[in-house]
């Protein structure tokens, strides 16, 4: 790993020809941070856009510009090239949170002994609405395993591992729906000590070109959720962990409204504390 690097990010770019440029500033906020930019072959000016981004910004950014088979297959390519201490995965129509990810690479850097932290951030409807917040919920393999049935909440875009670790859990290039889970899934069974941190980092962006506007992606999902259930379960969803579900559904709820509270508090406290020290050093100028 590079010394100077605390965090590399990969960004899938294909076709994402509006949204790359606003992503990719986003992450280039720190000389800690690199961004690795896979772009396999559009059909828009992705390419382009992204010569374009390396141009402005130099060694802080990485092309990865094969050709791969599928989304996960990308991924591996753009993980082949982490320099970082710690990796995260950020698509082209999301994007990061400036005071959130400075936070971030706080934590990081603050903690040696972290593997694993999940932070949270905004669903936004294509980047201009904020339509909800959503803070990590608590982790366990049960809940995991019956992510496509909500008893889970996080945003991938809130997830950090370290890279030696990422590098032993590569991506399944014949999952093409839920990559990031199945990968995740993995890593936790190994590194369930997870760091949760209730701020806000990165917004997903809904649109109609992502994955998760296509017609079939919940049954689509739905199928690989069975698929790992039983892979790591060994046996088949039943009746009784549906009932399982809906416990989890009331208890994320119930810690959704108590994070809310808690992230609001924190605010308020932060801002009020940057008021006075404002006023503090405007008194000070005052007196000289």
């Not at 129509?93 to 002994?113: C, Q, S």
């Not at 990165?202 to 259930?229: M, Q, T």
């Not at 994070?259 to 007196?287: C, I, N, Q, T």
Request: charge should be positive.
């Amino acid at each position: 790993m590079d010394s100077e690097l605390t965090l590399s990010v990969i960004m899938l770019a294909k076709n994402k020809s509006e949204y790359v440029i606003r992503a990719a500033e986003s992450v280039l906020i720190d000389k800690r941070v690199e961004l690795i930019i896979v772009e396999p072959g559009s059909f828009d000016d992705s390419r382009a856009k992204v010569e374009e981004i390396q141009n402005r910004f130099g060694e802080s950014v990485q092309l990865v510009l094969v050709t791969d088979d599928s989304p996960a297959e990308g991924l591996n390519n753009g993980l082949s090239k982490a320099r970082g201490d710690f990796v995260s995965i950020l698509n082209a129509d999301d994007f990061y949170l400036k005071d959130g990810l400075l936070r971030i690479l706080a934590e990081l850097v603050a903690d040696p002994k972290m593997n694993i932290l999940c932070a949270g951030g905004e669903i936004s409807n294509s980047g201009k609405n904020s339509l909800s917040t959503m803070f990590p919920s608590a982790f366990t393999l049960k809940s995991l395993l019956l992510h496509s049935f909500g008893a889970i909440k996080f945003l991938h875009q809130g997830i950090f591992v370290r890279t030696s670790i990422m590098l032993n859990y590569p991506f399944n290039p014949r999952n093409r729906i839920s990559w990031d889970i199945e990968q995740f899934i993995s890593m936790f069974i190994e590194y369930p000590k997870i760091r949760r941190l209730r701020i806000k980092v990165a917004v997903f962006n809904l649109n109609a070109e992502s994955i998760s506007s296509r017609p079939s992606y919940r049954s689509d999902l739905r199928k690989e959720n069975l698929r790992l259930f039983k892979q790591h379960i060994d046996r088949s969803f039943n009746y009784f962990d549906y009932i399982q579900v809906l416990q989890y559904r009331l208890v994320n709820n119930i810690f959704a409204v108590v994070d809310s509270l808690f992230y609001r508090a924190h605010e308020f406290s932060s801002k009020y504390a940057l008021g006075v020290e404002k006023k503090r050093e405007a008194v000070g100028r005052l007196s000289l």
